[in-house]
């Protein structure tokens, strides 16, 4: 059985003006999709340091104004991708949001250990190609993140890129919101799986 994941490709800008993101996400073909409400938990490997090898093994609960998600998702070391843009391997299995309580006692009892929890209120957009979330990052600040979807958009992925830098005068963020939450020890868990 062949083992290979898919690549996630994404850029992440710290936010400003949230109101001045919508309008330019509206200029450029994005539409709302919905608003979702976040709680992440993040593992570390029982034999090895996910800090040290730059992965990261991440559940997942998501509410949205009509639905409920949980996913389990492995995100493999950062790979050099185009200018700005983050590429990792992810693996992501999804399941029933009732049993993420039953998942994350079985991380407990694989050895893995909790290293952090944050919550994040996500606005979500999509357009030709490409998704977009304006992302509150409760005790840190809003972000913007913009993924590729499909490899035929990338060069408007790069042209967005290069308008949101100079045009709004955004700044990329290279780190993930783990190591954001890590780092500054502000982020809240605003609700949890149990």
Partial sequence: MERRGLYEQEVKFEV????EVQRFLERHGFIKLDECMEADYYY???????????EALRLRLRRCTNSATAAL???GPRMRGEKHVKK???IELYFDDRELAKISLLLDRLGFKLISSFTK???LYQSRGLRASIDHLHGVGYFLELELVDELS???MTDLVSKLIHE???KPVEKTYLEICLELTT?????THQ
């Avoid at 570390?44 to 730059?54: N, R």
């Fill in 121 to 123: 209120t996500r606005t």
């Fill in 154 to 156: 990338k060069q408007l």
């Fill in 187 to 191: 982020c809240k868990a605003s609700f």
């Fill in 168 to 170: 709004l005068k955004l």
């Fill in 73 to 75: 998702t492995y995100k």
């Fill in 16 to 19: 400003v003006s949230v109101e």
């Fill in 88 to 90: 990792r391997e992810e």
């Fill in 44 to 54: 570390d490997h029982p034999c090895k340091s996910f800090q040290t090898t730059d």
